[in-house]
């Protein structure tokens, strides 16, 4: 593995952990649960975590989505979680699907060009980002995401949900 792929596993991991820390100390009751005026509860923000990684780094290494059937949709930039109102996937089933992504993306970087994932730090001035900028660009949005998670998670504990 290169060092680029390296670097990428490492901030990869160090990330979803946290996303999945959070997400397992969540009670089932509070997991749908928006506060009044806004419209993403922490079941959506970690499945979006999870369609963010498939659309900007999945579909580029290996070619294909591979989040389940009507995910991207639901998950998606232009999903509206507050006005959906289909039975959402469990936590254990996102918890899981977050888990095996995480596998995948440390297989699929192991077996990457160290062409295609490009310079991270390199960007602008005629210079196209590699993969590499892709898989941060997503951790960041998932870092963001996990904040989220987390003020609902200190607002479900404080007993306002």
């Not at 659309?55 to 998950?75: F, M, Q, Y």
């Not at 390199?122 to 590499?132: L, M, Q, R, S, T």
């Amino acid at each position: 593995m290169n060092a680029t792929a390296e670097a990428l596993t490492t901030l990869a991991w160090q990330v979803r952990v946290r996303t999945l820390h959070i997400l397992g100390q969540a009670e089932q009751s509070w997991l749908l649960w928006t506060p009044k005026g806004t419209a993403n509860h922490m079941i959506w923000h970690a499945g979006h975590a999870l369609w963010v990684q498939d659309a900007i780094c999945v579909k580029l290494l290996a070619g294909k989505s591979e989040l389940p059937s009507g995910w991207a949709k639901r998950l998606g930039m232009d999903s509206n979680p507050a006005l959906d109102r289909e039975t959402w996937p469990s936590s254990t089933q996102v918890a899981d699907l977050l888990t095996r992504q995480l596998s995948r993306l440390k297989e699929l970087l192991a077996g990457a060009d160290g062409k295609l994932l490009g310079d991270m730090a390199v960007w602008g001035d005629g210079v196209e980002p590699g993969v590499g900028f892709n898989i941060i660009h997503g951790l960041h949005d998932e870092a963001i995401h996990q904040g989220e998670m987390y003020l609902l998670l200190k607002m479900c504990r404080a007993g306002h949900c």
